[in-house]
């Protein structure tokens, strides 16, 4: 039985093959019904970690699948600047070329993450940030690459919906953690993150950028209402 192949995957394998190659389609399509059912369980299996899986609800989220390949000629710096995933998680796959590093939240110190085989990264975003109100880290991250080996990861992305709106639950407000985020609807936190991001491409800031991100807080600091219900 032919399984439908998502629109999105279509129109880059169309671009890449344009006779067609089901083999590969057939592969991609089976590693992203794979990792869309483990990202599920690890999502569900954090949120009853605090509890709160009740507020799971598998029609709000959805996820993405990329495939990066990051070649870098001799004696150049590259690779992706310091970010936080602007998601509720990503799972991903990395090939053993390494790169992959992510700054401590205490200290501030930049750690490999060596790849580890038969093991996925998982990093938590700035929506699972505030919908547990501050309780789940979203770390910040980078690629550093400098006369390596060309490095393949394939990121799985999971997504609140456009219009799902990011609330965290009573369960993470009390007297002592007072509620941080304004609640906001996540397609507008998205066109936020775009818009800044493609702002610092144009200006090449993107791989020199060293600062900590702080969209979020921005975005809700800043967004005069644009992001607040
Ligand atoms: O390619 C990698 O290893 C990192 C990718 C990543 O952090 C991202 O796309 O958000
Ligand atoms: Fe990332």
Redesign the pocket.
Known sequence: MELPIPAQFRSSSEQMWPQGNSKICKIIEKYSAGIEELTREITQAIMKSFGVSKYYEESQHWGLL?M?Y?DVPPQARGG?GP?T?HNLI?V?Y?DNSG??ELKTKLGGKWVDLKPLPDSF?V?TGDSLKAWSNGFIHSGI???VMSNKSP?V?L?Y?FFFRDDAVVEAPPEFVDDHHPRLYTPFRYGDYKAYCKQIKSARCEHKEFFERESDEAFLENFLGTSTGRGNL
């Open positions: 990329r990066n990051c992706l970010h995933d990503t991903m990395q790169g992959l990264v990093f991250h980078r690629v490095r990861s990121p992305f």
